[in-house]
């Protein structure tokens, strides 16, 4: 089955910490990874896709196969990054390419 | 236009009341999703409709539910007789020829008491 797992529900770090936001995921195939964010009030974006191998706002993420994970890392955080992380999985079902999402981590930076 | 556009942004109906909502994908997706977002659950897949293929339903959650795409842009997501467990926010995508990157629209945040 195709899932997503972000453990975390919230993360909370102080300004200047290290961020690292778990995801693993299951799929059989080769997956496409994305990380979304929404700040307060906004719409859900998109932040990175593994493909792209881009750093956006500081932050990272790598796709590691062996251990089924795309954690997203920002080696030091500011207050301006709290908001909602997803981490989502393209899932092909027929010809649906879908995103199938975790359940989020909220990341609270504190001043 | 020049994002997604939902509305309304908000709507409270009694339970046993049907809702709908609409989304106006970007001009020249033909790709839209209909997603729910509930507290504590992440993001739900409910409705995929691309071009004039029929559209991928594997995702509502009851026969109660149920989508339209008209003339391949506006879609509505209607909801029959709303239970309580159905407030949530429903959020609409789209994109470019069924890619992979969404633009989401700002959501309807539906509430039903």
């Known amino acids: 089955a195709q899932r997503v797992t972000q453990p975390e529900k919230l993360l909370s770090v102080f300004k200047g910490a290290p961020v690292e936001l778990k995801c693993n995921y299951s799929?059989?195939?080769?997956?496409?990874l994305f990380w979304y964010v929404q700040y307060s009030r906004q719409r859900l974006q998109l932040l990175l896709r593994?493909?792209s191998r881009e750093s956006i706002k500081g932050f990272t993420a790598d796709l590691n196969k062996g251990e089924t994970s795309f954690h997203l890392k920002k080696p030091f955080a500011q207050e301006e990054d709290s908001a909602m992380y997803y981490c989502?999985?393209?899932?092909?079902?027929?010809?649906?390419?879908?995103?199938?999402f975790g359940t989020g981590t909220l990341l609270a930076v504190q001043p | 236009g020049a994002g997604v556009s939902q509305s309304p942004s908000n709507k409270v109906t009694e339970k046993g009341k049907d809702v709908e909502l609409r989304c106006d994908p970007i001009?020249?997706?033909?790709?839209l999703y209909w997603y729910r977002q509930s507290l504590g659950q992440g993001l739900e897949f409910l409705i995929y409709f691309q071009g004039n293929s029929a559209p991928d339903k594997s995702g509502l959650p009851s026969d109660r539910f149920s989508a339209e795409r008209t003339g391949g842009s506006v879609s509505t997501l209607t909801i029959q007789r709303t239970q309580q467990e159905d407030s949530a926010v429903y959020l609409c995508a789209s994109s470019l020829f069924g890619g992979s990157s969404y633009t989401f629209g700002s959501g309807t945040r539906l509430t039903v008491v």
């Open positions: 799929y059989s195939g080769s997956p496409e």
């Open positions: 001009s020249g997706h033909t790709a």
């Open positions: 989502a999985l393209s899932g092909r079902s027929g010809a649906t390419n879908k995103l199938i």
């Open positions: 593994h493909i």
